[in-house]
């Protein structure tokens, strides 16, 4: 049997498909059936169980669970335990750093009322949630492709197919993937998903918005020395190891059962072909400020993520005949508040709210365009208005003066006004990359096994797993082409800013060999977003693969 000969799809129908089972996709199928419990709705999951894919910092704002669920704080299953009691910025130097006082930031910067959690948990609970009140969730199917009518409007998503070989020819083990059919499908995918990137190519969502923009982010969880462990206690800051040039921050975070999430998130528009994410993370840790926080303590867990930061300039239309964008997909991320949690449940919350309104009219398959028309002025909208300079001002004028200003600008915006109106982005990540003859490589410190650690020692706390014998789920569009600019120009970056090692340029005797370790991939995107020719492109593996993280 070859691919071309492949037996029709079953096919199941639903009021709603949502894909996604993050906090916005969860969020959105709870609220569908807190509005109308008849309705049939189904959420399909990437990951082999709801919240294997799940990485947040996280600091969560609960003003839209309280609005989901307004007894939370009374369910012993809910995992936000830590509230936030001690919230510290700082500038770091190479040797010390310097705390600024919590009366310059900003009011909306304040995380006092936050909790202080593990998403992937939160996630969890949700799901349970969801299934309780008759929601379907299929942990394990990708969705791989999106369903069109006769008109053209989306009417649901494909799974993917399973048990097809490395060659592309369907094995022994091969089942073919599902139709899942929905009146309105709603697209929670998270940051630079496969299929809204094709959804918004298709129905050109973004050709009156700024470029999207995103940033890396790469965390660990720690369990460490009891008497170190200052519960309720968050830390953030910039500056070093980054130089003024390079936008990027820190957190660390101390919640339950002596538990410290630390991460580092790096903008993608950086310009050094030689810098290395994941080494810079390292570095962090051994700042004088930091390094004690982890001596005796034992690491965890480990993961990565891209994130969007394009903020209220880069969100696209939302809605589109037969569905509309959720959550981070649609670019909620408020980047000086490093949340987007919140904005995420509460688009959930408003789209579904369209949905429902649309159903009971007896509309389907058209465009929600009450969904488009009110997110900025609902509480996203103010949410992400008063900081929508921070990111452009810093990528404009570095981290110092790019920093006060933004600072400067989101206290002019709680009174009202601002000086600068709204700036601009410029261009895509992919673009700000510079020839690596203009730079010198980076020589970064060799990990010592106790506070820095290697890549594929870091992947293998991730617990990423994928079927070998699988088509590997990178596509180099040509491959003539990464290694004419990729290698020759740039000097091969994706071999440094990819988190899991996935990429390699292997020198032979013909010449060097761009190697894919697609089995390491932990489902970051960043070379989705950072091949200078946006010649690499990420789309699911087989349902289920990835990274399986317990408590991110």
């Known amino acids: 049997m070859s691919t071309e000969e492949l037996p029709p799809r079953e096919s199941m129908e639903f009021d709603v498909v949502i894909v996604g ?57 809910c995992p936000l335990k830590t509230q936030v009691k001690d919230d510290q910025f700082y500038f770091m130097t190479k040797t010390g750093g310097f705390k600024l006082p919590n009366f310059l930031m ?26 309780a009140l008759g929601v379907e969730i299929y942990p394990g199917f990708a969705a791989a492709e999106t369903l069109y009518d006769d008109n053209g409007a989306v009417r649901g998503i494909a799974t993917g197919d399973m048990g097809i070989g490395r060659d592309g020819k369907p094995k022994d083990s091969f089942t073919r993937g599902m139709e899942l059919l929905g009146k309105y499908t709603l697209f929670a995918e998270g940051a630079r998903g496969s299929l809204t990137k094709q959804i918004i190519a298709k129905f050109a969502l973004d050709k009156d918005c700024e470029p999207g923009k995103f940033g890396i982010g790469i965390k660990e969880v720690w369990q460490i020395d009891p008497a170190k462990h200052q519960k309720g206690t968050v830390k953030h800051s910039f500056g070093w190891p980054l130089d003024n040039d390079v936008g990027g921050g820190t957190f660390l975070y101390h ?29 962090f840790k051994t700042h004088p400020l930091i390094r004690d926080t982890f001596e005796g303590g034992k690491r965890l867990a480990y993961g990565s993520r891209a994130i969007t930061e394009g903020g209220y300039q880069s969100v696209p239309k939302l809605v589109f005949p037969g569905g509309a964008l959720i959550g981070c997909a649609a670019g909620f991320v408020n980047v000086p508040r490093i949340k987007g949690v919140h904005n995420a449940m509460a688009s959930g919350m408003q789209a579904a709210e ?199």
């Not at 709870?30 to 990485?55: F, T």
């Not at 304040?110 to 349970?128: E, K, P, Q």
């Open 21 to 77: 089972a993050g906090p916005s996709g969860l969020s959105a199928a709870i609220r569908l059936k807190q509005l109308n419990a008849d309705l049939s709705i189904v959420v399909v999951e990437k990951g082999s169980e709801v919240g294997a894919h799940i990485l947040s910092g996280a600091v969560i704002d609960p003003v839209n669970l309280d609005k989901l669920i307004p007894d939370w704080r009374e369910d012993a299953d």
């Open 106 to 131: 900003p009011p909306l910067m304040n995380n006092r009322h936050c909790y202080i959690t593990s998403l992937g948990m939160v996630c969890r609970w949700l799901g349970a949630k969801a299934e």
């Open 255 to 283: 919640y339950d059962d002596n538990l410290v999430a630390v991460g580092f998130v790096l903008h993608l528009n950086y310009e050094n072909p030689y810098l290395y994410p994941f080494e810079e993370f390292q570095r």
């Open 354 to 552: 369209h949905v429902s309104a649309a159903l009971a009219a007896g509309r389907a398959n058209d465009e929600l365009m009450e969904y488009e028309a009110g997110w900025r002025l609902s509480s996203i909208g103010k949410d992400l208005y008063p900081v929508r300079n921070a990111k452009p001002l810093w990528s404009k004028f570095g981290t110092l003066l790019g920093n006060a200003l933004g600072g400067f600008d989101m206290w002019c915006n709680t009174f009202g006004f601002s000086l600068f109106g709204t700036q601009k982005h410029e261009k895509p990540d992919r673009k700000a990359l510079k020839p690596a003859k203009q730079y010198q490589p980076i020589v970064y410190p060799k990990p010592d096994g106790k506070i820095t650690f290697d890549r594929l020692s870091s992947v293998f706390l991730s617990n990423t797993n994928h079927e070998e014998d699988q088509p590997i789920h990178l596509k180099v569009a040509d491959m003539a082409l990464q290694k004419s600019s990729e290698h020759d120009v740039f000097a091969g970056p994706s071999n440094r800013y990819c988190p899991a090692g996935v990429y390699e340029w292997v020198e032979e005797s013909s010449g060097a060999r761009f190697q894919i370790n697609a089995q390491n991939c932990v489902h970051c995107k960043t070379c989705d977003v950072k091949d200078p020719n946006g010649n690499i492109t990420w789309v699911p593996p087989e349902g289920g693969g990835g990274p399986n993280y317990e408590a991110m």
